[in-house]
């Protein structure tokens, strides 16, 4: 089996699944895009005792169809066609039962969303095949796929019905991280510095279909001009899909999206509900809920505040270059991004960026501070001051990391090209931050200031009012 890179982890959980001596139902779910179908037919080199994917905005009829032709396909029988899914795992039942293996009976259902389209009953097929025939085969491995993350948890994982409990198994497949994403450029010979990587990262993601876009014979700048400023950029049209394929009216959440692309820091649910006008409720609860769970925005708590205050922010690395770069770009420049790197609005856009970039390595960060194994709590803050916008230069701090051994790790993230130097201005700021924070929370620990740069501090007279510094080659850990 060839290598696939950046995946070695879900390889080897791969292998021990398939090791068992029980019936196992696996659900790989996953942002659009990351990587989940290649993954599964990677590992399983498409050596399948029956796989079908759904059909985006087919019909049951179609969708059935789609099944009688997979079914004729791996049983080289030709069954009569069936008019509902209660039939057609009627058939699938007889047609398992007949396989012949020393090994595994390995069943594949991708995209399954689009197979239970409105009024199908394809679940219900399901839950009594896999409870009355299925689960009862030691040598059955069934594989379900999805890129609607919501779908799957509240229709598979957190099923109230015949599937309660019935998942073995889960992989939740997550983006390259930086280390991952260095080690899949290198196998397809693409040259790029760690800065270009970290710069790349913040554009794209770790998600490997957009990667494979890179054309290896550009630099980094003529990729992005050419994959989403040219007229048939590969990438021009992928921020609509990705929102289209997942959520059935996904108007709605694409204008949550643009509004926390303006408020890059994150804001409250009641400033969400003011600025899209969608009205507060149930609806708005699952649509924070689903963009949460696929991964689009996430939830940065506050260090003391009550839930009320926590902020939800745009995390999705491709939406916010979208919202920022492309959306109200008129016409075609294949030179835009060219003309525009390191400019006013490209540097504000790169220093949240590379902090999403931070925050998405956590793992790295912790061991970069020798504290992988402590138990922690990761936060942001606002003071008082700032939370109700009662001053000008009330503090913040976007990441925290509060630990077990009595220690809070407040961090200062900055994106430079070179090593940042600490000024007296700068360092009176750093100061009064954490000042402001110790006498406002009341906290007892030890608070220790880090800064997370990318090519690491000057080291001045300031330098040693800091306890600890990262840069961006600890994110690299492996």
Not at 31 to 44: N, Q
Not at 96 to 120: A, C, H, M, Y
Request: hydrophobic share 40%; with cysteine.
């Amino acid at each position: 089996m060839r290598e696939f890179i950046g995946r070695s982890a879900e390889y080897k959980q791969f292998d021990n699944f398939m090791v068992s001596d029980k019936a196992e139902f696996l659900v790989v779910y996953g942002r659009r895009r990351v990587g989940k179908t290649f993954l599964i037919k990677s590992f399983f080199q498409n050596k399948f005792s029956f796989y079908i994917s759904g059909a985006e905005n087919a019909s049951k009829e179609e969708q059935l169809h789609n099944f009688a032709v997979a079914m004729e396909k791996y049983s080289n029988v030709p069954y009569p066609k069936v008019e509902n899914w209660t039939d057609a795992f009627v058939q699938l039942t007889h047609y398992l039962e007949n396989v012949k293996t020393n090994g595994r009976i390995v069943v594949f259902f991708d995209e399954l969303p689009w197979l239970d389209n409105q009024k199908s009953g394809f679940l219900s097929a399901f839950e009594y095949f896999w409870n009355t025939y299925a689960s009862t085969n030691d040598k059955n491995f069934f594989v379900f796929c999805c890129s609607a993350t919501s779908w799957i948890t509240n229709n598979i994982l957190k099923n109230r019905g015949g599937l309660h409990n019935r998942v073995t198994r889960q992989i939740h497949l997550q983006p390259f991280t930086l280390a991952e994403t260095e080690q899949f450029f290198k196998s397809k010979k693409i040259v790029m510095s760690r800065y270009q990587i970290v710069e790349c990262y913040m554009i794209f993601g770790g998600i490997p279909y957009y990667l494979e876009q890179l054309d290896k014979s550009l630099g980094l700048v003529q990729n992005v001009d050419k994959l989403l400023f040219s007229h048939d950029g590969a990438l021009r049209n992928e921020f609509k899909e990705v929102y289209y394929s997942l959520f059935k009216k996904p108007e709605k959440y694409m204008k949550i999206i643009e509004v926390l692309s303006k408020k890059r820091k994150g804001i409250t649910r009641e400033d969400i509900i003011k600025q899209s006008k969608i009205a507060d409720g149930g609806s708005l609860t699952r649509i924070l809920d689903e963009l949460e769970l696929c991964g689009f925005i996430a939830i940065n708590r506050n260090f003391v505040t009550s839930k009320r205050n926590n902020l939800y922010q745009l995390v999705d690395f491709f939406s916010l270059f979208y919202l920022n770069f492309v959306k109200n770009q008129k016409g075609f420049d294949t030179n835009y991004w060219s003309s525009l790197t390191n400019n006013a609005e490209y540097r504000a856009w790169s220093g949240y960026s590379f902090e999403l970039v931070c925050q998405a390595h956590i793992t790295q960060i912790k061991k970069a501070l020798s504290i992988g194994g402590v138990v922690s709590y990761i936060a942001g803050w606002r003071s008082r001051c700032s939370a109700n916008n009662a001053c000008t230069n009330g503090a913040q701090i976007d990441l925290l990391i509060d630990r077990n051994d009595n220690i809070i790790n407040i961090f200062e993230i900055k994106f430079s090209d070179k090593k940042f130097v600490i000024t007296k201005k700068y360092d009176e700021v750093l100061r009064n931050k954490r000042g402001a924070f110790i006498e406002e929370t009341g906290t007892k620990k030890a608070v220790h200031l880090t800064m997370l740069t990318t090519y690491g501090v000057e080291r001045n007279e300031y330098w040693g009012n800091i306890q600890s510094e990262i840069t961006m080659n600890d994110l690299f850990i492996s």
